[in-house]
């Protein structure tokens, strides 16, 4: 988790690249980064000399395979890295002024205009995961609903049109 400064071409610092992460997607990152370099790229290596020794490499479709499979879990691995390298942990905010309201890194209870309870945990593009309820603070749902404190109603458009959320409850 290092921030490095380079020279702009003006003689001073550039500010460094930041990427805000939880501290659970930070490690999450860094446990795929770890299986990558230590059992991945093993296992990659050890099905290219299988596909070499099957015969004629300059014919095989496993050794083609097996190099585009390699340089793809080698890009991974240099986007892990980069990524960990600048990230920026986020502690969750305790409060603003006096009151909680919508940050990166908070958890948000939220229920639609159809009486529809979600939950959101606000985070960087970087981590988003809608499946798990990570929520991009670029997304329209996200900006809408950033710097909102409990109790305020906030209109979204979606895709799918026009949703009003309020906020019950951030944490």
């Known amino acids: 988790m ?3 400064a380079t020279n702009n071409g003006h003689g001073r610092p550039a ?3 930041r990427i805000p992460l939880t501290r659970e997607g930070y490690e999450e990152n ?31 479709s496993a050794y083609e395979d097996a190099k ?3 340089a793809m879990v080698e ?5 892990l890295q980069h990524l960990l390298e600048h990230a920026v942990i986020l502690e969750t905010p305790q409060h603003t002024g006096g009151k909680r309201t919508v940050r ?3 958890t948000i209870d939220v229920e639609t205009d159809r009486g529809t309870s979600r939950t959101f945990t606000l985070v960087s593009s970087a ?8 929520l991009s603070d670029q ?15 906030v209109e979204v458009t979606t895709p799918g049109g026009a949703v009003l959320y309020t906020v019950k409850d951030i944490h």
């Open 30 to 60: 860094q446990a795929r980064l770890t299986y990558l370099i230590t059992e991945r790229r093993q296992q990659v290596a050890d099905y290219i000399h299988e596909a070499k020794e099957a015969g004629d490499i300059s014919e095989s």
């Open 75 to 79: 890009g991974e691995i240099q986007e």
């Open 2 to 4: 290092a921030t490095n």
């Open 68 to 70: 585009n499979l390699q």
């Open 15 to 17: 500010d460094p690249e």
């Open 127 to 134: 981590e988003a995961n809608s499946s798990t309820g990570k």
């Open 139 to 153: 997304s329209p749902v996200g900006r809408a609903l950033m710097g909102h404190a409990i109790g305020d109603k």
């Open 104 to 106: 990166l890194g908070t």
